[in-house]
């Protein structure tokens, strides 16, 4: 599915989610967050960069440079969205085989961190 990350210590058809997040710009994980499907990435992963991420944004603002924080809210929300969504795939509280249901939160969850700029 992620033909922009090849490699990387992975073998043919394989691909490391925490990676995808790290190294691919920030409109390629917008989209991954939003369009990939169910169990593309996995909970640790998108707790350990969202939390990575937003230790760097906390600096990045923090430094009184002017740099924007739409993005920023974007990915952080789209990640924590996306957690929620699979917490509740895995609770069986939501439906997983339907297509774009963890999009969904992870487009929800990027609209309530943008209201809460």
Same mark, same amino acid.
């Given at each position: 599915?992620?033909?922009?990350?090849?490699?990387?210590?992975?073998?043919?058809?394989?691909?490391?989610?925490?990676?995808? #997040?790290?190294?691919?710009?920030?409109?390629?994980?917008?989209?991954?967050?939003?369009?990939?499907?169910?169990?593309?990435?996995?909970?640790?992963? #998108?707790?350990?960069?969202?939390?990575?991420?937003?230790?760097?944004?906390?600096?990045?603002?923090?430094?009184?440079?002017?740099?924007?924080?739409?993005?920023?809210? #974007?990915?952080?929300?789209?990640?924590?969205?996306?957690?929620?969504?699979?917490?509740?795939?895995?609770?069986?509280?939501?439906?997983?085989?339907?297509?774009?249901?963890?999009?969904?939160?992870?487009?929800?969850?990027?609209?309530?961190?943008? #209201?809460?700029?």
């Amino acid at each position: 599915m992620f033909f922009t990350f090849p490699g990387y210590g992975c073998s043919d058809g394989e691909y490391n989610d925490l990676a995808v #997040l790290a190294f691919n710009p920030q409109g390629f994980k917008i989209q991954a967050l939003f369009a990939a499907p169910h169990k593309t990435f996995h909970i640790s992963s #998108l707790f350990i960069y969202s939390a990575f991420y937003y230790f760097l944004a906390a600096i990045t603002y923090g430094a009184f440079i002017p740099s924007g924080l739409f993005t920023v809210s #974007l990915i952080f929300g789209g990640c924590f969205g996306r957690i929620w969504a699979e917490v509740l795939l895995i609770m069986g509280a939501i439906d997983g085989s339907e297509p774009g249901i963890v999009g969904m939160y992870a487009l929800l969850g990027a609209g309530e961190c943008l #209201l809460l700029l």
